[in-house]
T-cell receptor, first 111, second 118 residues
Framework: KQEVTQIPAALSVPEGENLVLNCSFT??????LQWFRQDPGKGLTSLLL?????REQTSGRLNASLDKSSGRSTLYIAASQPGDSATYLC??????????FGTGTRLLVSP | SAVISQKPSRDICQRGTSLTIQCQVD?????MFWYRQQPGQSLTLIAT?????????ESGFVIDKFPISRPNLTFSTLTVSNMSPEDSSIYLC???????????????FGQGTRLTVV
C-alpha cells in the first residue's frame, strides 16, 4: 500500500527566504507525482506535475525534483513571499490508479 | 487546464437533511472524482463518477449516503444524505484526462464546498 509523508508538517519563515518542502513515498513504482497548493478552506491548485521519466519541473519561483529510486520529491520555493502562505500537498499515482495524497506542509511566510 | 465550477462554495445544514453539490467543467473530461477533506486531514477519495452508470465507491463510502450522478462528460453531482455533524468537511470535485490531452493524467480541482452540519 502506497503511503506518502510530507516533512515538515508546518514551516514558518521570514519573507525572502528560499525553502524546501519534502515528500516521501513508500512504493517507487509511480506513474507521476503532482504538487498542489491549498489555501484555507479552499480547493487545490495544481502547481507542478512530474512524470516518472522526469527528474524535475520548474514554474516561475517553484522547482520540483523527483528521485523515484529513493522515493522522494522536493519542492523548492525561491525568494518566498507572504502570498506563498498556504498548505502544500504532494500526491503520487501508480499506473492509472487513484492519487494518494500526502499529509501536507503548512507554510507561513511573514512580512 | 480545466476550469471547474463547484456550487455551493459553503453551506450550514441541519442534521438529518441532505445537500447536493454540483460540479461543472468547461471542457469534456474522461474522469471525474469526489473527495472529502475532514478538518485538519488530507484528502480521501469518496468515489469515481462514471458517465451514464453507477459511481465506483471507495471502501467506507456507500451509495445510500453519497449518491452521485454524472449525466454527461462535463457535469456531476454529489449528495450528502441524512447529514450528521461528522459529515462536516470540505468536499472537492476533481477531473483528469481532458479529452484534448488524453493520457496526460493531471488532476485539477474545484474550489471545494465547505459543509458544516449543526
Amino acid at each position: 500500500k502506497q503511503e506518502v509523508t510530507q516533512i515538515p508538517a508546518a514551516l514558518s519563515v521570514p519573507e525572502g527566504e528560499n525553502l524546501v518542502l519534502n515528500c516521501s513515498f513508500t512504493d517507487s513504482a509511480i506513474y507521476n507525482l503532482q504538487w498542489f497548493r491549498q489555501d484555507p478552506g479552499k480547493g487545490l491548485t495544481s502547481l507542478l506535475l512530474i512524470q516518472s521519466s522526469q527528474r524535475e519541473q520548474t514554474s516561475g519561483r517553484l522547482n520540483a525534483s523527483l528521485d523515484k529510486s529513493s522515493g522522494r520529491s522536493t519542492l523548492y520555493i525561491a525568494a518566498s513571499q507572504p502570498g506563498d502562505s498556504a498548505t502544500y500537498l504532494c500526491a503520487v499515482r501508480r499506473g492509472f490508479q487513484k492519487l494518494v495524497f500526502g499529509t501536507g506542509t503548512r507554510l507561513l511566510v511573514s512580512p | 487546464s480545466a476550469v471547474i465550477s463547484q456550487k455551493p462554495s459553503r453551506d450550514i445544514c441541519q442534521r438529518g437533511t441532505s445537500l447536493t453539490i454540483q460540479c461543472q467543467v468547461d471542457s469534456q473530461v474522461t474522469m471525474m472524482f469526489w473527495y472529502r477533506q475532514q478538518p485538519g486531514q488530507s484528502l480521501t477519495l469518496i468515489a469515481t463518477a462514471n458517465q451514464g452508470s453507477e459511481a465506483t465507491y471507495e471502501s467506507g463510502f456507500v451509495i445510500d449516503k453519497f449518491p452521485i450522478s454524472r449525466p454527461n462528460l462535463t457535469f456531476s453531482t454529489l449528495t450528502v444524505s441524512n447529514m450528521s455533524p461528522e459529515d462536516s468537511s470540505i468536499y472537492l470535485c476533481s477531473v483528469e484526462d481532458l479529452l484534448t490531452s488524453r493520457g496526460n493524467t493531471e488532476a485539477f480541482f474545484g474550489q471545494g464546498t465547505r459543509l458544516t452540519v449543526v
